[in-house]
């Protein structure tokens, strides 16, 4: 029992008996029941509702339709302060994903930005507000709590979008739409054309695929309340109202769990600080009733002692031990480190600077067909974030393009490449596989990058940099300048840890491949960037690769009886596709799904 996955979400039909959407009849406890359960079991469900002309909803797939085909300057117009209430799209994250929100559609005032699609939009929203007010009639009546629904829907405000999912690049399989997600509003009420492309996550963790019937809708359950062509109505709190769990929801047997607050605090929260984006309980961190964890990360100095960076000698072999425990139980540390004079370091700066404030289309033209190689920049999703890369920068054939800065790039990334190399060696010492070092150097390159962050918007506290990851390469030196805003994830606590980086030293990073070649060993840290405050954050990486030929494997000095084989042997370039598909991008452990054995 249990071991079987739900392949479908619940499907309630609110057709067949038109009286039962009378309040206080039989049919109507008949549905509220069910909706209560197939939200306490699935979060949502499939409705059969006829309160909405088919016609209707013809004319509103055709009008947007038009919508998107509008020049992309003329949507843009449709911009919002508040997130998610405008236009987005362009995104490097989701490039399939365009949508447009319209804030209290029903009223006419509102939705006269789209002139000539007025009438369709206004009913079709008013229509599916009608939908959302009855379910969300129905839930609180399902609790007892039917006395506080009518103020709890005076008190609250839609959004109605449209979206629009391209169909993946030819010769893709299939393309992430958008990110996995739960929304932070109230209640959605969905809409969808018979493409599929939805997905919801069972409460086991499966991910369930819908089929949407002919004319049917998706009501799914936000976190206030505990995608192809769609529409949706967003219901949600007014900004003054306090979302508060009814005393008659409260009781021996159901403590109370959270704290009353306010649905815009969280909406914050949840985009722009530590706990929001990253963790899957964001809810529970912000209002939940309520550990020690590390807030540093290893510190390893390798200027003190010159001769222990001599292998061999007994200095050496103490950095070896110090430097494995740190990538082992945190996946990084810091590093001071003489080996990159501080003038380079300086130039390297400036170089940046002027790098960045070239003209957008000089920097587009650092195009590379692979992932993370060439320019990104104008991300909806992370739109402070821009970077530059240069594969096998040490030579200088692929710096030209980066002309009078050619010499900064070329030394700084020659110098962090040494430094590179160094841990390694230490790391393939310190696991006694030593003599495998030098043909892992061969068969492998290195990337190159430079990345600027912009500052919040005025008026936001802080912002979202760089999304969590892992990097998925082998090892990544981080230089960056002195703003803070890079942090990683502890290991076992899963709490962000910011780095307030030093003028001398280097950050270093475990990636995804050698977590492989180490028999999972080592720890690849996950790690994100957080802007706020009035600086400009500037970092340059050097990212240790596998070249294409070479096979990542474990060497066998790191399986034993105590130890098997966890991964089998892949190609870099392989599980990077992997990883950037849609199966790679849901999950926290795309290495081991891929590569596991
Ligand atoms: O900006 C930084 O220092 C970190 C960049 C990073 O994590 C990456 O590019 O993978
Ligand atoms: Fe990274």
Not at 7 to 34: K, M, R, Y
Not at 244 to 263: G, I, W
Not at 313 to 323: A, F, I, P, S
Not at 433 to 454: D, I, N, P, Q
């Amino acid at each position: 029992m249990g071991s079987e996955s739900p392949t479908q979400i619940p499907f309630i039909d609110f057709c067949s008996n038109p009286g039962a959407l009378e309040p206080g009849t039989v049919g109507w406890s008949l549905l509220c029941q069910e909706v209560r359960a197939a939200l306490e079991m699935y979060g949502c469900f499939e409705l059969a509702y006829d309160g909405l002309p088919v016609q209707l909803r013809d004319d509103m797939f055709e009008a947007m339709k038009r919508l998107f085909d509008l020049p992309l300057e003329t949507k843009q117009k449709n911009y919002s302060s508040k997130l998610y209430h405008g236009y987005i799209g362009q995104s490097d994250v989701v490039p399939l994903y365009e949508s447009l929100g319209v804030e209290d559609a029903s009223r006419l005032n509102a939705a006269r930005a789209f002139t000539d699609l007025i009438d369709t939009l206004k009913s079709m929203s008013e229509k599916m507000w009608e939908l959302e007010n009855m379910v969300r009639r129905m839930i609180y009546d399902s609790y007892g709590a039917g006395k506080y629904c009518e103020l709890d829907v005076q008190n609250s405000r839609s959004i109605f979008r449209v979206m629009k999912y391209k169909a993946p690049e030819q010769g893709e399989e299939s393309a992430m739409g958008l990110v996995a997600h739960t929304d932070k509003n109230l209640i959605t009420v969905l809409c969808p054309n018979e493409v599929e492309g939805l997905q919801v996550q069972s409460k086991a963790g499966h991910w369930i695929h819908l089929t949407p019937r002919n004319a049917s809708f998706i009501v799914m359950m936000g976190d206030a309340f505990k995608e192809r062509f769609s529409f949706g109505v967003f219901s949600m709190p007014k900004e003054e109202v306090t979302i508060e769990v009814p005393p008659e929801l409260v009781d021996r047997d159901h403590p109370l769990l959270f704290k009353p607050f306010k649905y815009m605090d969280y909406v914050s929260f949840y985009y722009s600080t530590d706990d929001g984006m990253n963790k899957e309980n964001a809810l529970e961190i912000y209002a939940g009733m309520g550990s020690e964890s590390p807030n540093h990360i290893p510190f390893i100095d390798f200027c003190s002692d010159p001769g222990a960076l001599e292998p061999g000698t007994k200095g050496w072999n103490h950095l070896c031990r110090e430097v494995r425990a740190a990538c082992e139980r945190y996946g990084c540390f810091e590093v001071a480190y003489d080996g990159v004079p501080v003038r380079l370091r300086d130039d390297m700066f400036e170089a940046m600077r002027r790098l960045f404030d070239l003209p957008l289309e000089t920097k587009q033209k650092n195009y590379s067909s692979k992932i993370y190689r060439g320019y990104i920049g104008q991300s909806d999703v992370v739109p402070l974030y821009e970077s530059l890369g240069v594969e096998d920068a040490p030579s200088l054939d692929a710096v030209r393009a980066f002309t009078d800065l050619i010499d900064t790039v070329k030394s700084m990334s020659e110098k962090m490449g040494e430094l590179e190399h160094m841990v390694r060696k230490m790391l393939f010492d310190s696991y006694g596989a030593g003599k495998h070092y030098e043909s892992h150097v061969e068969s492998s390159s290195s990337l190159f990058r430079v990345m600027k962050y912009k500052t919040p918007e005025q008026g936001e506290e802080s912002a979202m940099g760089l999304v969590a990851h892992t990097d998925k390469n082998m090892m990544t030196v981080l230089c960056p300048n002195q703003v803070e805003g890079l942090q990683v994830q502890s290991k076992e606590e899963g709490d962000w840890i910011h780095l307030t980086p030093r003028t001398d030293s280097f950050l270093v990073i475990i990636g995804d491949t050698l977590k492989a070649w180490s028999n999972g060993r080592l720890h690849p840290v996950r790690h994100r960037v957080v802007m706020s405050g009035v600086k400009e954050r500037f970092s340059c990486g050097l990212f240790s690769i596998p070249n294409e030929e070479m096979a990542i494997e474990v060497p066998p000095e790191l399986v034993d009886k105590d130890h098997p084989l966890l991964f089998k042997p892949f190609k870099y370039m392989d599980y990077v596709s992997f990883a950037h598909s849609e199966d790679g991008m849901n999950t926290e452990n795309a290495l081991e799904i891929y590569a596991g054995v």
